[in-house]
């Protein structure tokens, strides 16, 4: 089991690099939100800041890993995943909104993922009914900072945490 920290800003406008840190205390990646231009983050202010961005996570230098953003297509909302460095991308989307209990899956060729989302409580990505990971997002308000907390379980198809982390903060920090 691997266990990774971070902080992310309780100003939802920020698009200040995060560090992401191992066990070990050691810095191992950034997350980040994104606007791929001006225009995208002027219209986002006019939709709480919650649309037209991506999340990046990237590696020490700088280079993004795995992004996921927001789609909209014909009355639908879902997002995408991309995998940077192998080219994967992965579809993370709500199922079963019309029988009133929305349940949030990531989908690849690979693999579908369920995702317990919690507000209070760890949120779990589960394969076949098993915890493979889980996240957590604790506010300060005296800092206004969210302490976040991801654990890997080794038996995680996916164990680049640039993938939970992306989707976590798309998903359950901001999501639909």
């Given amino acids: 089991m691997q266990t990774y920290t971070y902080e992310v800003l309780g100003n939802i406008k920020s ?3 995060q560090p992401v840190y191992n066990e070990a205390g050691e810095q191992i990646l950034k997350v980040q939100r994104i606007y791929d ?3 995208k983050k002027l219209l986002d202010g006019y939709f709480d800041h ?3 961005l991506k999340y990046a996570v ?3 230098d700088g280079q993004s890993l795995f992004e996921v953003k927001k789609i909209f297509r014909r009355g639908k909302v879902w997002f995408e995943g991309k995998d940077l460095v192998l080219n ?6 709500y199922e079963n909104w019309r029988i009133g209990v929305p349940e949030l899956f990531i989908s690849s060729d690979k693999f579908k993922m369920k995702i317990d989302k919690e507000m209070e409580d760890w949120s779990n990505f589960i394969i076949n009914d098993e915890v493979i990971a889980r996240w957590l997002a604790v506010y300060n308000e005296q800092s ?3 302490s976040v907390k991801l654990v890997v379980w080794e038996e995680a198809p996916v164990q680049d ?3 939970y982390i992306a989707i976590a903060q798309a998903t359950l920090f901001i999501g639909v």
């Avoid at 994967?88 to 989307?93: A, D, L, M, P, Q």
């Fill in 15 to 17: 698009t200040e690099q």
């Fill in 37 to 39: 231009n001006g225009l």
């Fill in 50 to 52: 919650r649309y037209f």
């Fill in 58 to 60: 990237l590696d020490n």
């Fill in 88 to 93: 994967e991308k992965y579809i993370i989307n």
């Fill in 144 to 146: 206004d900072m969210f």
């Fill in 161 to 163: 945490p640039a993938f």
